[in-house]
C-alpha cells in the first residue's frame, strides 16, 4: 500500500482569508479527539456541573495526519505547533467565539460559543488531563458552553462526539493541485489509450 502524501497547511499573514471561522460539533472529528461534556450522560465523561451544559475538547492537534480526500486524491494534511497557536490566537482576536456549527453546516448555530481557550504547555499538569483528554504539547483546547436546548439535547444522546475546525489555510507552493493535476492527466491517458 502507498504512503499517502503530507501536506502542511500554515497561516500566511498576507491572505487575510487564512485563519479559522468557527468550530464545529461534529459526530466523527477529522483530528479524531472527542470532547468532554461534562455531564452525566456518558460514564468516560467528567462531571462538574450538569446545569453548567460546558465541554472541554480538543480543537486542533500539531503535527497530527488528517486524512482528506479531493476528487479521486487521497492525502494527509497536517499543522505545525506555530500554526495551532496562531490559529488559536487570530480566532480570539477576530472575536469568532460565538460562531459555531453543526456538522458543518454553513448556517451558524446560535448559543453554543467558546468560553475558554488556551494552548497546552505541559500535558501531565494541563487541565486536559484532568478530563483524560491526552492531549499532546501543542494542542488548542476549548471550553464550549451549550446554551441552545437542542444541541444540549444532542450532545447528551452522544449525537456529537467531538469538534472540527472550519478556516482557510495555505499551502507549501500549491503542492495539492499539483497531485491532483497529475492524476487528472494520468485518467485522461487512460481513457485517450482505451479509444
Given at each position: 500500500?502507498?504512503?499517502?502524501?503530507?501536506?502542511?497547511?500554515?497561516i500566511d499573514?498576507?491572505?487575510?482569508?487564512?485563519?479559522?471561522?468557527?468550530?464545529?460539533?461534529?459526530?466523527?472529528?477529522?483530528i479524531?479527539?472527542?470532547?468532554?461534556?461534562l455531564?452525566?450522560?456518558k460514564?468516560?465523561?467528567?462531571?462538574?456541573?450538569?446545569?453548567?451544559?460546558?465541554?472541554?475538547?480538543?480543537?486542533?492537534?500539531?503535527?497530527?495526519p488528517?486524512?482528506?480526500?479531493?476528487?479521486?486524491?487521497?492525502?494527509?494534511?497536517?499543522?505545525?505547533?506555530?500554526?495551532?497557536?496562531?490559529?488559536s490566537?487570530?480566532?480570539?482576536?477576530?472575536?469568532k467565539?460565538?460562531?459555531?456549527?453543526?456538522e458543518?453546516d454553513?448556517?451558524?448555530?446560535?448559543?453554543?460559543?467558546?468560553i475558554?481557550?488556551?494552548?497546552?504547555e505541559d500535558?501531565?499538569?494541563?487541565?486536559?488531563?484532568?478530563?483524560?483528554?491526552?492531549?499532546v504539547?501543542?494542542?488548542?483546547?476549548?471550553?464550549m458552553?451549550?446554551?441552545?436546548?437542542?444541541?444540549?439535547?444532542?450532545?447528551?444522546?452522544?449525537?456529537?462526539l467531538?469538534?472540527?475546525i472550519?478556516?482557510?489555510?495555505?499551502?507549501?507552493?500549491?503542492?495539492?493541485?499539483?497531485?491532483?493535476?497529475?492524476?487528472?492527466?494520468?485518467?485522461?491517458?487512460?481513457?485517450?489509450?482505451?479509444?
Amino acid at each position: 500500500m502507498n504512503e499517502l502524501e503530507t501536506f502542511e497547511l500554515f497561516i500566511d499573514d498576507a491572505r487575510e482569508e487564512d485563519g479559522i471561522e468557527a468550530i464545529s460539533l461534529v459526530e466523527f472529528p477529522a483530528i479524531e479527539e472527542n470532547f468532554v461534556a461534562l455531564s452525566k450522560h456518558k460514564v468516560e465523561f467528567k462531571t462538574v456541573d450538569t446545569e453548567k451544559r460546558i465541554i472541554v475538547g480538543l480543537a486542533l492537534v500539531p503535527d497530527k495526519p488528517i486524512y482528506r480526500r479531493s476528487g479521486k486524491t487521497e492525502y494527509n494534511i497536517i499543522f505545525s505547533k506555530e500554526t495551532v497557536r496562531k490559529a488559536s490566537e487570530l480566532y480570539l482576536k477576530r472575536l469568532k467565539l460565538n460562531n459555531a456549527t453543526l456538522e458543518h453546516d454553513e448556517k451558524m448555530t446560535s448559543g453554543v460559543s467558546v468560553i475558554e481557550s488556551w494552548i497546552v504547555e505541559d500535558p501531565e499538569k494541563d487541565k486536559t488531563a484532568l478530563y483524560g483528554l491526552n492531549a499532546v504539547e501543542g494542542a488548542w483546547a476549548v471550553t464550549m458552553k451549550i446554551d441552545n436546548d437542542e444541541v444540549w439535547k444532542d450532545v447528551k444522546s452522544g449525537k456529537y462526539l467531538g469538534l472540527s475546525i472550519e478556516g482557510m489555510f495555505s499551502d507549501r507552493a500549491e503542492d495539492i493541485e499539483e497531485v491532483e493535476a497529475e492524476n487528472i492527466l494520468s485518467e485522461l491517458k487512460k481513457l485517450l489509450s482505451n479509444g
